[in-house]
């Protein structure tokens, strides 16, 4: 998750969280994901500069004390991991399927950042510990869902 969203959400959600889990979603890698002591490193610098500027893909370490900080009880975390990379197999082939039409609103160059992207994001989600968490939030205990109950929010 960006620091900044996370932050955003937690003073935000805490306004909102009385009778209901708010869910955030990330993405995010687990320390080991670095392979190197100390704190998570930046976002790969191609989709720091090229496909998203300023992200930061943080360690659930490192979001964890912003929702504590706030108040906020994390009741549920799932990790989306191969679901994740299937979903963005499903997007690459749409992608790949539409690189006409997205070229001439974009640009070739435009697509081949895109593809490139797609795909090792997929690659890393599989095989790289890269992750997507779903983090329930709660104000209150008595608020949080038994059950993953997240169709139709």
């Not at 080991?32 to 002591?37: L, N």
């Not at 360690?59 to 549920?76: H, K, N, Y």
């Not at 095989?127 to 993953?148: P, S």
Request: glycine fraction near 8%; charged fraction near 25%; proline fraction near 5%.
């Amino acid at each position: 998750m960006q620091r900044e969203a996370t932050q955003h959400q937690a003073r935000t959600g805490n306004a909102t969280l009385e009778d209901r889990p708010a869910l955030g979603r990330g993405w995010g890698c687990p320390r080991s994901y670095h392979r190197v002591p100390g704190p998570p490193t930046a976002t790969d610098p191609f989709i720091a500069k090229y496909i998203f500027p300023g992200d930061y893909i943080s360690a659930l370490s490192e979001i964890s004390p912003t929702f504590q900080g706030a108040g906020l009880i994390v009741a549920d975390i799932e990790v989306l991991r191969l679901h994740y990379a299937e979903t963005l197999r499903a997007w690459r082939e749409r992608f790949l399927a539409n690189w006409d039409k997205v070229a001439t609103i974009r640009d070739e160059r435009y697509c081949r950042m895109w593809e490139y992207y797609l795909a090792g994001a997929e690659e890393a989600l599989r095989y790289q510990g890269l992750v997507v968490f779903q983090v329930q939030l709660v104000k209150r205990i008595d608020a949080a869902y038994h059950a993953r109950l997240y169709d139709g929010w």
